[in-house]
């Protein structure tokens, strides 16, 4: 089922299809390794929801829930 990575629950792994960004906040990701085709796990979210905390290759980061909602994902 195709959603945004905003919309994962804390725990879930999913597989990226789309990472539909600026150019600059893109090719930060793709140097953490987030790009199309990436397994990343949600691993939890701040206390009111913004940023999500998740895991992309071994390496955890944090990521705006705004910026997440624009990357499209599928389990």
Do not use: C, W, Y
Not at 36 to 41: L, N
């Amino acid at each position: 089922m195709e959603t945004t990575l905003d919309r994962i629950k804390e725990g879930t792994t999913v597989t990226v299809t789309s990472v539909n960004l600026p150019g600059d906040i893109r090719q930060r990701l793709t140097v953490m390794g987030l790009l199309r085709g990436s397994r990343v796990t949600v691993e939890n979210s701040a206390p009111l929801g913004d940023p999500l905390k998740v895991r992309v290759k071994g390496h955890p980061f944090s990521i705006r829930k705004g910026e997440a909602s624009r990357i499209g994902v599928r389990d």
